[in-house]
């Protein structure tokens, strides 16, 4: 597969960095590394419509910020609600709204709720009467102000597990009226933002979802159609009324712009420019809505011609977050970024410059992963910002751009650096990480779950693309690829493909680390294994559950309007999951009717399946499935209290399993495997895959025994409690030095290692580690068989280390208040290492307490004694095996040495090998041992 390479990247820091100390490193800790980092982000700017000077700014956690100046200097606001930032962070721009005519009256929306300033910021105090929902939910997002009243206002709502919608207010903000919540009404359940508004016709509203694309109103907010641009599960995070013709609505869905002409009702894309990109914003300039710009793929595009067009702009280093234009320039546009503050552009963003004096440049930023390549240390913050520091420097310098959080270096050549973006594929960088270009796919938006160059085989990458579950390979470093293989189907969007690796001593084995996407899927989870280059696959799963699931004795009580009962239930079942495999076996209870219905034993319930929300929420879905004691399998309808009967009928002297599959509102019935139909389920307000239920059951007598193979997470008055199994895999470390040996991080489930080439796997945390999350884990290179992880929950992380091959436990340093993504080791001393963390930085740890066995040299291709040096006892292997040209090299002992690739052994192969001589003790470069492509 050819690859025609989309894009070159190029990222520069465009203004001088503010300098810190550097903190001295202490043994035994981990110490603060931050000199010269900075970090602000900034999720919504406010520019007043009747004063362009007057902006505000609201950043991520530090409070709102205010400038009179057009962005010269800002100064801070009154702190309100201990400067908390919006509740969500999953929807990309949530902005200060501005009165239309008074620059002094602004409201925000803070950690769910509205605030309001009078003064311009002087002071603050809450406005928020009437938003706060059942359960103490707060969930606005954001307010839009009506241009025609400004007393007039609506908010919008992201809540999860409470119903939201949209909020009215007709006295500026003092109290709220909830006009849409629930979708059964006609509503837009609980995510309603961004809302955009048609200031010639108020009724008139839209509203992006991160669910299902754009909803429209034509009634002031009360009701709402669903209309997508995009058919099924696509997220939209903007959806704005074009100023010139309000008839024309562009939305973003499916990695695109798309376009109404009707208010909403029919679109049309726009665009393929965009591809995957995420668009986080779209604007058209109020002094001229011919021109109009956008945020897509962290760059700045414009279009002149009222978004027909769009012409691509500078990429801002940060990644741009949110933008906005003076209202009577169209030419200044103010663009907030994840990392970098503030920028701003007066020749219509052609470039742009930082603006930031003022404003609250901190290090709590969010490291995502810190390294070194030779003497030059790097590192990557949030907004995939990266900072370099080259020898003898004791400050980070802003240096470039990566396209994801997470790279890894070719150690055959260590300029050259891999990583997947956001917006889909995988991109590489031959310069040190300078400029990147995109090498897969060849065309085509897609996600690359998992990327691995192998450190044994010079130029062999492998990659996993989620678009068909398919597993790639190059063996040139990602110029072109080839397909190795598919993983197999798995149910409707219940598996999600997390990471992948090769092995580097079998290339014929290939592993995928998956997770279900909700809890209640957890047997579809674990690890995907390869013996054969990614032709066939097997699901490795025995042996990887921890915990216990129990059933209680005592008295069920199930009861609803259309049946009544009471179940004693005989059991005290302990079922030890670590030595189980879902699917083999039973657990049985016997169950004894009480009292039933009427007392009609036709319509006793053999069991009931409680279906969940894809967070695991428990409670009453639309549906309730059981099985009456004739057999017979029915449906009862929880919202018109119907029953559905003789749905199936199966014989009740024999075990009968139940079986359900659901995704979106839609869940799949099936009885003894067999599909009996697919229900919509009215009470369902989540999407995705939502619930998962199995239970076995017969109804031959007053004692019945049922055997329940239902998978939850919460106990309820059923009484069943099933704990995690250590199903969620997340991410993969392999082991260079030791053959078959690979570690294997998941959520909640402990770390795991396997030394037979992933076919079993073991447990190496103990039990006090479930139920923690363990981040990426890394085996050393340093030093033989060390594991290390961070590990932990709440304001409680480690970083482990696992040595003597997994066998004992060193905690390294002290507890940290947050979690580091990635622990990484200085290639030149293993004794340090790296860790970029949460809202602290970057931090070291060079105590040079580490336990565990140091690693021999990786062995290059002509070091045939495998000594970790070439020198003349190699050579002497090279001279025993020279045929002279044309001659085939038929002795086993000399297979490695034909060093060019053809099928003899003479002085070509000779010259390479002399090229590579280090010499007794020293170490060759690892490129010596790439064969000449």
Same mark, same amino acid.
């Given at each position: 597969?050819?690859?025609?390479?989309?894009?070159?990247?190029?990222?520069?820091?465009?203004?001088?960095?503010?300098?810190?100390?550097?903190?001295?490193?202490?043994?035994?800790?981990?110490?603060?590394?931050?000199?010269?980092?900075?970090?602000?982000?900034?999720?919504?700017?406010?520019?007043?419509?009747?004063?362009?000077?007057?902006?505000?700014?609201?950043?991520?956690?530090?409070?709102?910020?205010?400038?009179?100046?057009?962005?010269? &200097?800002?100064?801070?606001?009154?702190?309100?609600?201990?400067?908390?930032?919006?509740?969500?962070?999953?929807?990309l721009h949530q902005g200060p709204a501005v009165h239309p005519t008074d620059p002094n009256t602004v409201w925000v929306a803070s950690s769910g709720q509205v605030y309001k300033t009078t003064n311009g910021g002087a002071s603050w105090f809450l406005s928020s009467t009437g938003t706060t929902l059942s359960g103490n939910c707060n969930g606005v997002q954001g307010v839009v102000v009506d241009p025609n009243d400004p007393n007039h206002l609506f908010a919008g709502t992201i809540?999860?597990?409470?119903?939201?919608?949209?909020? =009215?207010?007709?006295?500026?903000?003092?109290?709220?009226?909830?006009?849409?919540?629930? #979708?059964?009404?006609?509503?837009?359940?609980?995510?309603?933002?961004?809302?955009? #508004?048609?200031?010639?016709?108020?009724?008139?509203?839209?509203?992006?979802?991160?669910?299902?694309?754009?909803?429209?109103?034509?009634?002031?907010?009360?009701?709402?159609?669903?209309?997508?641009?995009?058919?099924?599960?696509?997220?939209?995070? =903007?959806?704005?009324?074009?100023?010139?013709?309000?008839?024309?609505?562009?939305?973003?869905?499916?990695?695109?712009?798309?376009?109404?002409?009707?208010?909403?009702?029919?679109?049309?894309?726009?665009?393929?420019?965009?591809?995957?990109?995420?668009?986080?914003?779209?604007?058209?300039?109020?002094?001229?809505?011919?021109?109009?710009?956008?945020?897509?793929?962290?760059?700045?595009?414009?279009?002149?011609?009222?978004?027909?067009?769009?012409?691509?702009?500078?990429?801002?280093?940060?990644?741009?977050?949110?933008?906005?234009?003076?209202?009577?320039?169209?030419?200044?546009?103010?663009?907030?970024?994840?990392?970098?503050?503030?920028?701003?552009?007066?020749?219509?963003?052609?470039?742009?410059?930082?603006?930031?004096?003022?404003?609250?440049?901190?290090?709590?930023?969010?490291?995502?992963?810190?390294?070194?390549?030779?003497?030059?240390?790097?590192?990557?913050?949030?907004?995939?910002?990266?900072?370099?520091?080259?020898?003898?420097?004791?400050?980070?310098?802003?240096?470039?751009?990566?396209?994801?959080?997470?790279?890894?270096?070719?150690?055959?050549?260590?300029?050259?650096?891999?990583?997947?973006?956001?917006?889909?594929?995988?991109?590489?960088?031959?310069?040190?990480?300078?400029?990147?270009?995109?090498?897969?796919? =060849?065309?085509?938006?897609?996600?690359?779950?998992?990327?691995?160059?192998?450190?044994?085989?010079? %130029?062999?990458?492998?990659?996993?693309?989620?678009?068909?579950?398919?597993?790639?390979?190059? %063996?040139?470093?990602?110029?072109?690829?080839?397909?190795?293989?598919?993983?197999?189907?798995?149910?409707?969007?219940? &598996?999600?493909?997390?990471?992948?690796?090769?092995?580097?001593?079998?290339?014929?084995?290939? #592993?995928?680390?998956?997770?279900?996407?909700?809890?209640?899927?957890?047997?579809?989870?674990?690890?995907?294994?390869?013996?054969?280059?990614?032709?066939?696959?097997?699901?490795?799963?025995d042996g990887m559950f921890y915990g216990d699931w129990r059933i209680g004795d005592g008295d069920w009580y199930i009861s609803n309007d259309a049946m009544h009962q009471r179940i004693n239930v005989y059991c005290n079942y302990r079922v030890n999951l670590d030595h189980h495999t879902f699917g083999n076996g039973s657990y049985q209870c016997r169950m004894r009717l009480i009292n039933s219905y009427n007392n009609d034993p036709v319509n006793w319930v053999g069991f009931s399946?409680?279906?969940?929300?894809?967070?695991?929420?428990?409670?009453?879905?639309?549906?309730?499935?059981?099985?009456?004691?004739?057999?017979?399998?029915?449906?009862?309808?929880?919202?018109?209290?119907?029953?559905?009967?003789?749905?199936?009928?199966?014989?009740?002297?024999?075990?009968?399993?139940?079986?359900?599959?659901?995704?979106?509102?839609?869940?799949?019935?099936?009885?003894?495997?067999?599909?009996?139909?697919?229900?919509?389920?009215?009470?369902?307000?989540?999407?995705?895959?939502?619930?998962?239920?199995?239970? &076995?059951?017969?109804?031959?007598?007053?004692?019945?025994?049922?055997?329940?193979?239902?998978?939850?997470?919460?106990?309820?008055?059923?009484?069943?409690?099933?704990?995690?199994?250590?199903?969620?895999?997340?991410?993969?470390?392999?082991?260079?030095?030791?053959?078959?040996?690979?570690?294997?991080?998941?959520?909640?489930?402990?770390?795991w290692r396997t030394a037979d080439h992933g076919v079993t796997w073991q447990r190496i945390t103990d039990t006090a580690g479930e139920g923690k999350v363990n981040y990426r884990p890394m085996i050393s290179r340093g030093h033989s068989g060390n594991i290390y992880v961070c590990r932990g929950s709440g304001n409680m992380w480690y970083v482990d280390n696992f040595h003597s091959r997994g066998a004992v436990k060193q905690q390294l340093g002290q507890t940290l208040s947050y979690?580091?993504?990635?622990?990484?080791?200085?290639?030149?001393?293993?004794?340090?290492?790296?860790?970029?963390?949460?809202?602290?930085?970057?931090?070291?740890?060079?105590?040079?307490?580490?336990?565990? =066995?140091?690693?021999?040299?990786?062995?290059?291709?002509?070091?045939?004694?495998?000594?970790?040096?070439?020198?003349?006892?190699?050579?002497?292997?090279?001279?025993?095996?020279?045929?002279?040209?044309?001659?085939?090299?038929?002795?086993?002992?000399?297979?490695?040495?034909?060093?060019?690739?053809?099928?003899?052994?003479?002085?070509?192969?000779?010259?390479?090998?002399?090229?590579?001589?280090?010499?007794?003790?020293?170490?060759?470069?690892?490129?010596?041992?790439?064969?000449?492509?």
């Amino acid at each position: 597969m050819k690859n025609d390479h989309r894009e070159v990247r190029v990222r520069r820091c465009a203004c001088l960095l503010v300098f810190l100390m550097v903190s001295a490193a202490v043994a035994g800790t981990w110490v603060s590394d931050n000199a010269g980092l900075h970090h602000l982000t900034v999720v919504g700017i406010g520019v007043s419509p009747s004063n362009p000077g007057i902006i505000y700014v609201q950043t991520r956690s530090l409070g709102v910020y205010k400038t009179v100046n057009g962005g010269q &200097t800002w100064s801070k606001t009154a702190t309100f609600n201990a400067d908390k930032g919006p509740g969500f962070d999953h929807l990309l721009h949530q902005g200060p709204a501005v009165h239309p005519t008074d620059p002094n009256t602004v409201w925000v929306a803070s950690s769910g709720q509205v605030y309001k300033t009078t003064n311009g910021g002087a002071s603050w105090f809450l406005s928020s009467t009437g938003t706060t929902l059942s359960g103490n939910c707060n969930g606005v997002q954001g307010v839009v102000v009506d241009p025609n009243d400004p007393n007039h206002l609506f908010a919008g709502t992201i809540i999860s597990g409470c119903e939201g919608g949209v909020f =009215e207010s007709t006295n500026g903000g003092a109290n709220w009226v909830n006009i849409a919540g629930s #979708l059964a009404g006609g509503g837009v359940g609980n995510d309603a933002w961004p809302i955009a #508004l048609d200031a010639s016709d108020v009724n008139r509203l839209y509203c992006g979802s991160p669910h299902n694309s754009v909803y429209r109103s034509i009634n002031g907010g009360h009701t709402w159609i669903n209309s997508p641009p995009v058919t099924g599960d696509a997220s939209s995070y =903007e959806a704005v009324v074009n100023p010139l013709f309000p008839n024309k609505i562009w939305a973003s869905a499916a990695g695109g712009t798309w376009l109404s002409t009707d208010y909403g009702a029919t679109w049309t894309r726009q665009t393929q420019l965009f591809n995957s990109m995420v668009i986080a914003a779209i604007r058209f300039a109020p002094s001229n809505p011919q021109i109009a710009y956008a945020i897509a793929g962290n760059a700045i595009w414009r279009s002149f011609d009222n978004g027909a067009t769009w012409t691509a702009g500078p990429a801002l280093l940060g990644g741009a977050r949110a933008v906005e234009i003076d209202p009577t320039d169209p030419d200044v546009v103010y663009v907030g970024t994840w990392g970098l503050g503030m920028c701003k552009s007066i020749d219509g963003g052609q470039t742009f410059a930082e603006i930031n004096a003022g404003l609250p440049l901190t290090t709590l930023f969010y490291g995502l992963q810190a390294f070194a390549v030779g003497d030059v240390r790097y590192c990557i913050l949030s907004g995939d910002v990266i900072y370099r520091r080259l020898p003898g420097q004791t400050d980070w310098e802003c240096y470039s751009m990566s396209p994801g959080d997470f790279v890894r270096i070719d150690r055959y050549h260590p300029n050259r650096w891999y990583s997947t973006a956001l917006q889909g594929g995988l991109w590489r960088s031959l310069d040190f990480g300078l400029t990147w270009q995109e090498i897969y796919p =060849e065309t085509g938006p897609t996600e690359v779950f998992g990327f691995w160059p192998d450190p044994r085989t010079c %130029d062999r990458i492998w990659i996993g693309d989620s678009d068909g579950n398919k597993v790639l390979r190059s %063996d040139n470093g990602g110029d072109t690829w080839t397909l190795a293989g598919t993983i197999p189907a798995t149910p409707n969007g219940f &598996t999600v493909l997390s990471d992948l690796t090769g092995d580097p001593f079998d290339p014929n084995v290939v #592993l995928v680390a998956a997770w279900p996407t909700y809890t209640s899927n957890k047997q579809y989870g674990y690890v995907w294994r390869s013996a054969d280059g990614g032709q066939t696959w097997t699901h490795v799963r025995d042996g990887m559950f921890y915990g216990d699931w129990r059933i209680g004795d005592g008295d069920w009580y199930i009861s609803n309007d259309a049946m009544h009962q009471r179940i004693n239930v005989y059991c005290n079942y302990r079922v030890n999951l670590d030595h189980h495999t879902f699917g083999n076996g039973s657990y049985q209870c016997r169950m004894r009717l009480i009292n039933s219905y009427n007392n009609d034993p036709v319509n006793w319930v053999g069991f009931s399946v409680r279906l969940s929300d894809v967070d695991s929420n428990w409670g009453s879905s639309g549906w309730l499935v059981f099985m009456r004691r004739n057999g017979e399998v029915a449906l009862w309808n929880q919202t018109d209290k119907t029953v559905l009967s003789s749905v199936a009928v199966a014989d009740p002297t024999q075990w009968t399993t139940i079986r359900l599959d659901a995704w979106g509102s839609q869940f799949e019935l099936f009885v003894n495997d067999a599909s009996i139909g697919t229900y919509t389920d009215p009470n369902h307000r989540w999407d995705g895959p939502g619930y998962f239920g199995l239970v &076995t059951c017969k109804t031959e007598s007053d004692y019945d025994d049922v055997s329940i193979i239902a998978e939850t997470n919460y106990t309820d008055d059923f009484g069943v409690s099933v704990q995690y199994p250590a199903s969620m895999g997340r991410w993969f470390a392999t082991d260079v030095h030791n053959p078959g040996v690979f570690a294997l991080s998941t959520q909640g489930g402990g770390v795991w290692r396997t030394a037979d080439h992933g076919v079993t796997w073991q447990r190496i945390t103990d039990t006090a580690g479930e139920g923690k999350v363990n981040y990426r884990p890394m085996i050393s290179r340093g030093h033989s068989g060390n594991i290390y992880v961070c590990r932990g929950s709440g304001n409680m992380w480690y970083v482990d280390n696992f040595h003597s091959r997994g066998a004992v436990k060193q905690q390294l340093g002290q507890t940290l208040s947050y979690s580091s993504l990635a622990v990484t080791e200085d290639p030149l001393n293993p004794q340090r290492l790296f860790a970029a963390v949460y809202a602290q930085g970057i931090l070291v740890y060079e105590a040079g307490d580490i336990i565990g =066995e140091l690693a021999p040299p990786i062995p290059v291709r002509m070091d045939f004694d495998q000594d970790g040096d070439v020198d003349q006892v190699d050579f002497g292997r090279m001279q025993a095996c020279l045929t002279g040209a044309g001659a085939l090299q038929m002795d086993p002992l000399c297979d490695r040495t034909p060093l060019d690739n053809d099928d003899d052994t003479d002085a070509d192969d000779l010259g390479i090998f002399r090229d590579c001589m280090s010499g007794p003790g020293l170490e060759p470069e690892p490129a010596c041992g790439c064969p000449t492509p």
